[in-house]
């Protein structure tokens, strides 16, 4: 009997030394880091949007200081914001280059302070020679075939054929969209020997798309069609058809790019046709994470170039746009 009281006694003691026994130790906070974001502006919609999307994911995160810096659209001003965030030591930069060329030295410079880089929506010049973690963006030569292919499938609807003016706003010249864009859509509709278009430059901004517009109309006995590299653009240029009484809007076929929130409103209302949506919130997010495991765990991303399919988003899609209005 004494004999099978100490058993039970050696074993409560043994259930109690390992209930008492310290856990694993809680995993340590990554240590705070700080990541510099550098885009052209915040009178674009779409880079208050992207910024918005940055942050929200440093937020998510945890232990991410975001130093956001709008350049104003000046290549010089973005060139002197980088060189600052090499003096300020940040860890990584987030980078959506006002040009293809122009910010390079900027970007050797990051090189050379061995600070890493992503590029996103914008594209750097291949063979750049300088040395880029990753770039993500959206598939801006496939967006600009979708939309040639929309264009192509109204103007057949409407003529039986393909045949047409169509007006091509062409964005700020030497930025990657606007010539990947181009690309795209010029090489769809170059295929229809019906088919003129007619390019105008209005640098991604609304006030020139509604110039340039103008102009068109003047210059142009027809318009059967008009593309908008973004939506700033169309959306200008719409104005200048409603105000010009020559044509009617709804007699138009009208694309734009980006997906705004005044974009959508336009399609929901009949005002405007099309748009491509890019997932700007999904490239945002994306080049942050590549960055901020690179930083944390020297982890490389599987493909240096990630491309994000866009999507034709019209009427009856509208829920598929990744903004809301």
């Known amino acids: 009997m004494q004999r099978r009281l100490w058993q039970i006694a050696i074993a409560v003691i043994a259930v109690l030394l390992v209930l008492q026994a310290p856990g694993p130790l809680p995993a340590a906070a990554p240590r705070t880091i700080t990541i510099g974001l550098s885009f052209p502006s915040l009178s674009f919609a779409w880079f208050a949007f992207l910024e918005k999307a940055v942050k929200d994911k440093a937020r998510q995160l945890g232990n991410v200081n975001v130093l956001s810096v709008e350049s104003q659209n000046q290549v010089s001003k973005q060139v002197a914001d980088i060189e600052d965030m090499i003096v300020k030591k940040v860890d990584g930069v987030l980078l959506v280059p006002i040009e293809v060329r122009a910010v390079i030295p900027a970007v050797r410079a990051l090189n050379r302070a061995r600070i890493p880089v992503v590029t996103v929506d914008r594209r750097l010049e291949a063979g750049a020679g300088v040395q880029i973690l990753a770039h993500v963006g959206a598939d801006n030569v496939e967006g600009g075939r979708i939309a040639g292919r929309y264009v192509a499938d109204q103007l057949r609807a409407k003529y039986g054929e393909v045949r047409g003016t169509v007006v091509e706003l ?7 969209p606007a010539i990947d864009r181009s690309r795209g859509f010029r090489e769809v509709l170059d295929r229809y020997q019906g088919v003129t278009v007619r390019q105008y430059t209005a640098n991604f901004r609304r006030e020139d798309g509604l110039k340039v517009m103008e102009d068109a109309l003047q210059a142009l006995p027809r318009i059967d069609a008009v593309f908008g590299a973004n939506d700033e653009m169309i959306l200008g240029a719409l104005e200048a058809m409603k105000a ?82």
Do not use: C, H, M, W
């Not at 062409?170 to 990657?176: K, L, N, R």
């Not at 009949?270 to 982890?299: C, H, M, N």
């Open 244 to 325: 010009s009484g020559k044509v009617k809007v709804a007699d138009v076929i009208t694309v734009g790019f980006d997906a705004l929130p005044d974009a959508l409103r336009a399609i929901r209302n009949g005002v405007l046709d099309a748009t491509i949506e890019q997932f700007p919130g999904r490239q945002a997010s994306t080049g942050f994470e590549i960055l901020v495991a690179y930083i944390r765990e020297q982890k490389r991303p599987a493909s240096a170039t990630v491309l994000i399919k866009p999507l034709l988003i019209t009427k009856s899609n509208l829920n598929r746009a990744e903004k809301g209005f």
């Open 170 to 176: 062409y964005g700020t010249p030497g930025a990657g």
